[in-house]
T-cell receptor, first 118, second 116 residues
Framework: AQSVTQLGSHVSVSEGALVLLRCNYS??????LFWYVQYPNQGLQLLLK??????LVKGINGFEAEFKKSETSFHLTKPSAHMSDAAEYFC????????????????FGQGTILTVHP | DAGVIQSPRHEVTEMGQEVTLRCKPI?????LFWYRQTMMRGLELLIY????????DSGMPEDRFSAKMPNASFSTLKIQPSEPRDSAVYFC??????????????FGEGSRLTVL
């Protein structure tokens, strides 16, 4: 079984400040990891994902995340917050088989609401 | 390309009424998922299909909920009878599983259900 824990249900930053959203996972084998963003009254859209290879992953809108196996973490960062970054962010994991194929089911964290102050 | 299409976007109904939510996945995707989002419980997976066959329905809350996928381009989630605690946003998502596919999901915009 796998699980995802997002530390902090609400994060508030000033415009221009560093954004750090924390995610820890539990999985028997290294999973595939995702960050999704949800803007008000919209569905979730993929921000970035880690599969294999380079552990620092870059996504859209200047976000990036680093996979740290030893810490079972996949924290999301952005050097400088923008007002348009205000949204809810979800970390998710996908179990995979030995051949690397996903089982097709994502487990989501509880979400972190990011507020950006002017 | 068209994304995942859900209807209706908003539904307001009275307790005891039947509710049917609809989803059209992205063409070529062979996985379809139904999620429910509430403030209290976050995103919950209700059921998912592979090639139109239900694979895991352990997240369906009770017998009042049922889901079908009669063909590759259409799925329904039905609640009968509906209750106020069913009020939530229901998301449909689809994905394509290929060798070494990562399982990324593509979400619809959701159906916001309010049961009075």
């Amino acid at each position: 079984a796998q699980s995802v824990t997002q530390l902090g249900s609400h994060v508030s930053v000033s415009e221009g400040a560093l954004v750090l959203l924390r995610c820890n996972y539990s999985s028997s084998v290294p999973p595939y990891l995702f960050w999704y963003v949800q803007y008000p009254n919209q569905g979730l859209q993929l921000l970035l994902k880690y599969t294999t290879g380079a552990t620092l992953v870059k996504g859209i809108n200047g976000f990036e995340a680093e996979f740290k196996k030893s810490e079972t973490s996949f924290h999301l960062t952005k050097p400088s917050a923008h007002m348009s970054d205000a949204a809810e962010y979800f970390c998710a994991v996908s179990a995979r088989d030995a051949g690397g194929t996903s089982y097709g089911k994502l487990t989501f964290g509880q979400g972190t609401i990011l507020t950006v102050h002017p | 390309d068209a994304g995942v299409i859900q209807s209706p976007r908003h539904e307001v109904t009275e307790m005891g009424q039947e509710v049917t939510l609809r989803c059209k996945p992205i063409s070529g995707h062979d996985y379809l998922f139904w999620y429910r989002q509430t403030m209290m419980r976050g995103l919950e997976l209700l059921i998912y299909f592979n090639n139109n066959v239900p694979i895991d329905d352990s997240g369906m809350p009770e017998d009042r909920f049922s889901a079908k996928m009669p063909n590759a381009s259409f799925s329904t989630l039905k609640i009968q009878p509906s209750e106020p605690r069913d009020s939530a946003v229901y998301f449909c998502a689809s994905s394509f599983r290929a060798p070494r596919d990562t399982g990324e999901l593509f979400f619809g915009e959701g159906s916001r259900l309010t049961v009075l």
